[in-house]
């Protein structure tokens, strides 16, 4: 008989499943988890097909199983670690069980693994966090079995009470299905997690040295080693020390051009500052938000930098460390600098404090600091959340002191959204003289306020949901005298195979340029699109036209920014991604009826086509090529060439074999750059 539970104790074996993914007896002491619900397509109706789901536990392990039936054969796409395609499920323990976060692990019917954090109660999720565990599945004539081994020792967790939930994705009819039902606007809860109970009797966690080496050809043979231990004597504590650490990109940051008067904001690659950025981040939920994303107080690639346009920082040492008392979390990070080009020797500081209040409200404080001979950057910044139902509140109140360079700033946010309505709020205030981006990243300093409103529909027919929003935004630079005052409009439709949104909007601003106000009417329009042709075929559409003030070409004119994308898997292992991205402007004064793309000023076009070819889950070779083209000179101005080998030896450690050619156009195409990288990350754990 298969029963909804609301709590259970997980039973206690003394000879556990072996991981193959064939169901054994020793199952059948486990409660059986099943009568999922939808989210999608159809929300709160009974999955259309049936998932039993299973845990048992001895000493030292947590056991899941999923026992799926399909009427169609299942989906299954060869993918690598972090990266689960075709038909898959998903374990979710909240080990606490206070709703705030929890561990995800994912399996694909090809045996793909993937797993994170959930955070800030479900809102989103941070795909940083790489654990040791271990899972098989195994494709039947009813379906498919999943069996996952998850080891105490790589997770944090109390004794006692756990939060649980379990996902199936069924790829041919894209439906998602929740044990504990999940609303569709609303979103993953962790507080409305079922309980079991968990008896761990293994103390403390993996002790995990992880030496890295490296070597890199170019000109000359160039060796090197790096070393990261991490330490966590506790299931609450946990201390990260690195020295040398591994922040060597196998990947290269893509060509950008920026139209803009701001540094381009820069994705985190290196895993030291990826693994565990959660901790200092404000997560926003994904539903109706319209403003700014919360004040950045710490941004990683600040660390390690570009200095004097070609020279690179050295890192020394790094440590974090991680703590969690009760409700209370703290998190620790220290990172040494070395001498290069105009840079110091310079000690960088982060610390987290944060503590739930109650289920649904949680407060927090962070320090940021950067310290050196010839100046210092401190931050001080107190932030408070709220998440109860459909309502998302955020808010942050900060300092900055950057060598007696001292402003305050605040954010705060609020959306609401469901099957009948949605609204958003946003404000911030950013004081002229806070001055944090030695450590943090900010752009406009002044104050905005935008809101908007609107109906959702939801037919429940071919289009699943849409709605629309009228809203407004006032703010003020503080490089000028007058404020700035728009008007947008928003519409997204949401189809079984379709998602498509557009928006305009229009304000007079006012804008400073060469310390003389200047004023103009700004207009904005944006459109995209993205649609499943099929299960081998997805593509999409985006472009948006702008008329504004242009900081590259330093006059206001009508811009652009448009591409498209298209994914093709015409085998299990084969996976073919074709992006282009295209950003130019016109000339000044061109009207916007008169804008052709042959009368462009600038046009620059980036092609992006990359090749996976999975060998298996374990390793995979890659091809990722950018090739750059100005309509100025009629000609390719970039190309880059990167192939690379990935191997997953076992769990967390991989081998990489990455080759890298560079041709810059000056009057001919020139090699600027050629080298190739040999990189093994070997974990060993106790």
Request: aromatic content about 18%.
């Amino acid at each position: 008989m298969i029963f909804f539970f609301l709590s259970f104790v997980v039973p206690f074996v003394e000879n556990p499943p072996k991981i193959d993914g064939i169901l054994e007896e020793v199952w059948n002491l486990s409660p059986v988890i099943s009568n999922f619900t939808q989210q999608e397509p159809l929300e709160g109706e009974p999955a259309t097909e049936s998932t039993y789901v299973y845990l048992l536990q001895d000493k030292e392990n947590l056991y899941v199983a999923f026992k799926c039936y399909q009427g169609v054969k299942p989906v299954l796409e060869i993918r690598g670690w972090d990266n689960a395609s075709g038909d898959y499920v998903t374990i979710f323990i909240d080990t606490y069980g206070d709703g705030d976060k929890a561990y995800f692990f994912t399996v694909s019917t090809s045996g793909t693994q993937e797993d994170g954090i959930v955070v800030r109660g479900g809102v989103s999720s941070d795909y940083t966090w790489n654990g040791i565990w271990f899972a098989k599945a195994y494709l039947t004539d009813y379906g498919y079995n999943v069996e996952m081994k998850i080891p105490f020792k790589s997770i944090r967790y109390k004794n006692g009470e756990w939060g649980l939930q379990a996902s199936r994705w069924i790829d041919k009819k894209d439906e998602w299905d929740y044990y504990i039902p999940v609303k569709r606007f609303q979103g993953l809860r962790v507080c409305d997690f079922s309980k079991i109970v968990v008896h761990p009797e293994i103390k403390g966690r993996f002790l995990e040295v992880y030496p890295v080496a490296l070597v890199k050809y170019s000109s000359d043979l160039r060796p090197d080693m790096g070393l990261d231990i991490s330490y966590n004597p506790a299931p609450s504590f946990g201390l990260n020390l690195t020295t040398n650490p591994d922040f060597a990109e196998v990947e290269a940051d893509p060509f950008t051009v920026n139209l803009s008067k701001y540094a381009i904001y820069l994705q985190e690659r290196r895993p030291f500052f990826i693994e565990g950025q959660d901790l200092f981040k404000l997560h926003m939920s994904g539903n109706f938000n319209i403003g700014g994303s919360p004040i950045r107080v710490l941004y990683t690639r600040n660390i390690g930098r570009i200095v004097d346009d070609s020279t690179k920082v050295p890192v020394l040492f790094g440590m974090k460390e991680i703590l969690k008392i009760k409700n209370i979390e703290n998190a620790f990070m220290y990172v040494l600098t070395g001498e290069a080009g105009n840079e110091p020797l310079s000690h960088y500081i982060a610390f987290r404090t944060k503590t739930s209040l109650s289920q649904f409200l949680n407060c927090g404080f962070t320090y940021t600091g950067k310290e050196n001979t010839i100046n210092s950057t401190r931050v001080l910044t107190f932030d408070g959340s709220y998440l109860k139902g459909n309502n998302d509140i955020l808010f942050q109140g900060s300092f900055g002191d950057s060598s007696g360079k001292r402003g305050p700033a605040f954010y705060g946010n609020y959306s609401f959204m469901n099957d009948k309505f949605m609204f958003s709020a946003n404000g911030s205030y950013i004081d002229g003289n806070y001055a944090i981006n030695e450590v943090g990243y900010i752009t406009s300093k002044g104050y905005s306020f935008i809101g908007g409103f609107g109906p959702v529909f939801v037919p429940q027919n071919i289009v699943k949901y849409w709605g629309f929003a009228l809203g407004s935004v006032f703010g003020k630079d503080f490089e000028v005298k007058n404020p700035s005052l728009g008007f947008f409009v928003f519409t997204f439709i949401n189809m079984k195979k379709s998602n498509i949104n557009w928006s305009f909007s229009i304000s007079d601003h006012w804008e400073d340029t060469s310390n003389v106000d200047f004023n103009y009417k700004s207009k904005s329009g944006n459109f995209n699109i993205h649609h499943r042709f099929s299960e081998k075929l997805r593509g999409g559409f985006w472009a948006n036209l702008n008329y504004g003030f242009n900081w590259s070409s330093y006059y206001t004119c009508y811009y652009s920014n448009y591409g498209f994308y298209a994914n093709f898997e015409p085998l299990p292992n084969i996976h073919f991604d074709f992006d282009v991205d295209g950003v130019g402007w016109w000339e000044e004064g061109l009207k916007m009826f008169d804008l052709r793309l042959k009368n462009m000023e600038e046009n620059y076009i980036t092609f992006s086509p990359e090749l996976d070819y999975y060998f298996s889950t374990r390793i995979k070779f890659g091809l990722r090529t950018q090739f750059v083209y100005e309509n100025n000179t009629n000609s390719i101005i970039s190309e880059r060439i990167n192939p690379i080998i990935t191997y997953n030896i076992s769990p967390k450690s991989w081998i990489y074999l990455v080759y890298t050619v560079t041709y810059d156009r000056d009057n001919k195409m020139i090699k600027t750059d050629e080298g190739s990288t040999f990189k093994i990350r070997y974990l060993f754990y106790f």
